[in-house]
């Protein structure tokens, strides 16, 4: 069992920053990937960001590339979302995932992953 929660969600204008965190227990974070998804009103949810186990590779939406970096401490057990130049069409709740099973063969995928976060609410005001 893995245990995921996020924080560092909130109010921001148009063109502010976000960190977003997960603190993740219960298993070796060293060894399994992360992802970050975000699910908006009426919308499916959607792939943000993942990273390999060892933080060597990383994947991006193209909505985001450029815009927000996922990194992770693995000795914090912790990943982290830098959200920057943030748009209205950034508001949704953000989830954490781990993907323990997949290997992180398909990080876009939402059903790669196998334990979710709570969620944490990102407002970007126009």
């Known amino acids: 069992q893995v245990q995921l929660v996020e924080s560092g969600g909130g109010l921001v204008q148009a063109g502010g920053s976000l960190r977003l965190s997960c603190a993740a227990s219960?298993?070796?974070?060293?060894?399994?990937?992360m992802g970050w998804f975000r699910q908006a009103p009426g919308k499916e949810r959607e792939f943000v960001a993942a990273?390999?186990?060892?933080?060597?590779?990383?994947y991006y939406a193209d909505s985001v590339k450029g815009r927000f970096t996922i990194s992770r401490d693995n000795a914090k057990n912790t990943v982290y979302l830098q959200m920057n130049s943030l748009k209205p069409e950034d508001t949704a709740v953000y989830y954490c995932?781990?993907?323990?099973?997949?290997?992180?063969?398909?990080?876009?995928?939402?059903?790669?992953?196998?334990?979710w976060g709570q969620g944490t609410q990102v407002t970007v005001s126009s």
């Open positions: 990273i390999s186990w060892g933080g060597g590779s990383k």
């Open positions: 219960g298993r070796t974070f060293s060894s399994y990937a």
């Open positions: 995932a781990a993907d323990l099973v997949g290997g992180g063969q398909n990080p876009r995928r939402v059903d790669e992953y196998d334990y």
